[in-house]
């Protein structure tokens, strides 16, 4: 058992356990912190709160008595606490804080942190700036107003004086069109943490958000956290829960981590989806639990428009030690994303009873920027997964979504409309109480998927599988206990791949170029 450092504040730390768990440790570990048990813990990722600033701490880690590791660290210097309380801000549940929290915000010096002591905090929008941190005391609950006239406008796009550029400040799957500020937004901002053991708390419901979801009433729904422009962001321990629409949204930003945080939304909310990172470079996603009404994680880069004009693929994302549960899918791609995502790793998470494992969703039209390149799959557990892998080029999203030109088999010329999946690769899955399909993999037949290479997979199915269909386009069948499907791939390696129970054949490959399988 190793023992890791992963991340510290002035008052917080995070260490990952790695006794071979995913998500959770193989058994309960008792942590003492500088020689004093103050836990036991079941997960890999664990964060430590209540720290004091400047202070080195020894943390050593303990099964049944006998001692397994340690780790230390220093926690950072802090000038001053700026409690919210102290500017106005009562926590009551009642009256709106947003003004005297934002005030705090602002007044916030570099190398010190806003408190929010425990109590709800009612707020519309509020606005981080650089330096800043934010901690969120255990039973601290930030609650969102519903009211569309309380919250600011984002205008979808701004032209410049001079007519050759424009700014780009609201954004709706894909699209720059006008929204609602986020209820925890970032414009342009860098180096900011927020952290700690309370919630923010969106306060969506059908009787208001996510009622008449997709219809734009003043502007379209806010995320729960947006950043634009961001660099160096930090979420750290923080409850994320009823989200208007996508919860956490970073959009054109840069290195930023997610450690440790828990987002919570109905099963039944519409498009309340995890964290979706758009046209963003080196993030990390470590230790998070998700559980909601759509994709857990979905990372896009634009519609048509974004992707061709700013050319900036969603780059370098690495995802681990977390757990799906109840989404569509569990890491989706697509299906904006014109602009492209390269280099993603997923690896040692568990994904339970999400509609798809890895889901990529594709059309004609996304533009032949729209290039998805080395995305990794590998030490995956999953459980009741309806489909664990599907690869969809024909999703039948947008207007024009079911048109002959996005939904033919025929082949097409390749233009500039025309996307591109490369290469894949599936590692070590161990994937039970399958219901729909083992895979379902479906290129365009005039560019091709170039490379799926699937290793020390093992597929079964649950005894009562249910019956649906493995992707959202036309012509696809509903299903049960369907073994892979493999259309349009240039090369297909299955090395050690395991399939059993299915009904009909574990294999149907139709215009497969290369097959290797040992």
């Given at each position: 058992?190793?023992?890791?450092?992963?991340?510290?504040?002035?008052?917080?730390?995070?260490?990952?356990?790695?006794?071979?768990?995913?998500?959770?440790?193989?058994?309960?570990?008792?942590?003492?912190?500088?020689?004093?048990?103050?836990?036991?813990?079941?997960?890999?990722?664990?964060?430590?709160?209540?720290?004091?600033?400047?202070?080195?701490?020894?943390?050593?880690?303990?099964?049944?008595?006998?001692?397994?590791?340690?780790?230390?660290?220093?926690?950072?210097?802090?000038?001053?606490?700026?409690?919210?309380?102290?500017?106005?801000?009562?926590?009551?549940?009642?009256?709106?804080?947003?003004?005297?929290?934002?005030?705090?915000?602002?007044?916030?010096?570099?190398?010190?942190?806003?408190?929010?002591?425990?109590?709800?905090?009612?707020?519309?929008?509020?606005?981080?700036?650089?330096?800043?941190?934010?901690?969120?005391?255990?039973?601290?609950?930030?609650?969102?107003?519903?009211?569309?006239?309380?919250?600011?406008?984002?205008?979808?796009?701004?032209?410049?004086?001079?007519?050759?550029?424009?700014?780009?400040?609201?954004?709706?799957?894909?699209?720059?069109?006008?929204?609602?500020?986020?209820?925890?937004?970032?414009?342009?901002?860098?180096?900011?943490?927020?952290?700690?053991?309370?919630?923010?708390?969106?306060?969506?419901?059908?009787?208001?958000?996510?009622?008449?979801?997709?219809?734009?009433?003043?502007?379209?729904?806010?995320?729960?956290?947006?950043?634009?422009?961001?660099?160096?962001?930090?979420?750290?321990?923080?409850?994320?829960?009823?989200?208007?629409?996508?919860?956490?949204?970073?959009?054109?930003?840069?290195?930023?981590?997610?450690?440790?945080?828990?987002?919570?939304?109905?099963?039944?909310?519409?498009?309340?989806?995890?964290?979706?990172?758009?046209?963003?470079?080196?993030?990390?996603?470590?230790?998070?639990?998700?559980?909601?009404?759509?994709?857990?994680?979905?990372?896009?880069?634009?519609?048509?428009?974004?992707?061709?004009?700013?050319?900036?693929?969603?780059?370098?994302i690495h995802i681990r030690q977390c757990l799906m549960e109840n989404g569509h899918?569990?890491?989706?791609?697509?299906?904006?994303?014109?602009?492209?995502?390269?280099?993603?790793?997923?690896?040692?998470?568990?994904?339970?009873?999400?509609?798809?494992?890895?889901?990529?969703?594709?059309?004609?039209?996304?533009?032949?920027?729209?290039?998805?390149?080395?995305?990794?799959?590998?030490?995956?557990?999953?459980?009741?997964?309806?489909?664990?892998?599907?690869v969809n080029c024909f999703y039948f999203c947008d207007p024009d979504g079911k048109?002959?030109?996005?939904?033919?088999?025929?082949?097409?010329?390749?233009?500039?409309?025309?996307?591109?999946?490369?290469?894949?690769?599936?590692?070590?899955?161990?994937?039970?109480?399958?219901?729909?399909?083992?895979?379902?993999?479906?290129?365009?037949?005039?560019?091709?998927?170039?490379?799926?290479?699937?290793?020390?997979?093992?597929?079964?199915?649950?005894?009562?599988?249910?019956?649906?269909?493995?992707?959202?386009?036309?012509?696809?069948?509903?299903?049960?206990?369907?073994?892979?499907?493999?259309?349009?791939?240039?090369?297909?390696?299955?090395?050690?791949?395991?399939?059993?129970?299915?009904?009909?054949?574990?294999?149907?490959?139709?215009?497969?170029?290369?097959?290797?399988?040992?």
């Amino acid at each position: 058992m190793e023992i890791r450092h992963i991340m510290h504040t002035a008052r917080s730390a995070t260490i990952e356990i790695a006794d071979g768990g995913r998500y959770f440790t193989k058994q309960p570990i008792e942590l003492r912190l500088n020689g004093e048990t103050i836990l036991t813990t079941e997960k890999t990722i664990t964060s430590l709160f209540d720290l004091k600033p400047d202070q080195k701490y020894v943390v050593e880690a303990y099964v049944n008595g006998e001692k397994q590791g340690e780790v230390s660290f220093k926690t950072d210097y802090e000038y001053v606490t700026l409690d919210v309380t102290r500017f106005g801000a009562k926590g009551d549940g009642e009256h709106d804080d947003t003004h005297f929290i934002q005030a705090a915000i602002m007044a916030c010096p570099v190398n010190s942190r806003v408190y929010f002591p425990a109590g709800i905090y009612r707020i519309t929008s509020l606005f981080l700036k650089s330096h800043i941190r934010i901690e969120l005391a255990e039973g601290a609950e930030l609650k969102a107003f519903t009211d569309r006239e309380k919250f600011p406008t984002f205008p979808g796009m701004l032209q410049s004086y001079d007519e050759t550029d424009e700014y780009n400040l609201g954004t709706w799957e894909g699209n720059p069109l006008p929204m609602f500020s986020g209820i925890i937004c970032g414009i342009g901002a860098e180096d900011v943490v927020i952290y700690g053991q309370g919630k923010i708390n969106g306060n969506a419901s059908k009787e208001n958000w996510w009622k008449a979801p997709k219809v734009m009433n003043i502007a379209f729904r806010p995320r729960l956290f947006f950043i634009s422009g961001c660099k160096n962001v930090t979420l750290q321990g923080v409850t994320f829960c009823n989200s208007p629409s996508w919860t956490l949204h970073p959009y054109f930003s840069n290195d930023l981590k997610f450690i440790g945080v828990t987002v919570q939304n109905p099963s039944d909310s519409p498009n309340t989806d995890g964290l979706d990172p758009e046209s963003c470079k080196n993030v990390e996603i470590l230790g998070v639990r998700f559980s909601l009404g759509d994709d857990c994680i979905a990372v896009k880069s634009g519609k048509i428009y974004m992707g061709k004009k700013h050319k900036t693929p969603s780059e370098n994302i690495h995802i681990r030690q977390c757990l799906m549960e109840n989404g569509h899918g569990a890491v989706t791609l697509g299906s904006e994303m014109a602009g492209g995502v390269v280099n993603l790793t997923v690896e040692d998470c568990i994904f339970r009873h999400t509609d798809r494992g890895l889901r990529i969703k594709t059309r004609r039209g996304r533009g032949k920027d729209a290039i998805l390149s080395n995305i990794i799959f590998r030490n995956l557990t999953l459980d009741h997964v309806m489909t664990p892998l599907v690869v969809n080029c024909f999703y039948f999203c947008d207007p024009d979504g079911k048109t002959t030109y996005v939904q033919s088999r025929d082949v097409y010329p390749v233009d500039d409309r025309t996307p591109q999946v490369k290469k894949m690769v599936f590692e070590n899955m161990d994937c039970t109480n399958c219901h729909v399909a083992a895979a379902y993999f479906d290129g365009l037949p005039e560019q091709k998927i170039e490379e799926i290479c699937m290793k020390d997979i093992s597929i079964s199915y649950a005894a009562d599988a249910k019956c649906d269909v493995p992707a959202m386009s036309d012509g696809v069948e509903k299903s049960s206990k369907r073994g892979l499907f493999a259309r349009n791939v240039a090369k297909l390696t299955l090395d050690n791949v395991k399939i059993e129970g299915q009904v009909g054949e574990a294999y149907e490959l139709e215009g497969v170029d290369e097959l290797i399988q040992r």
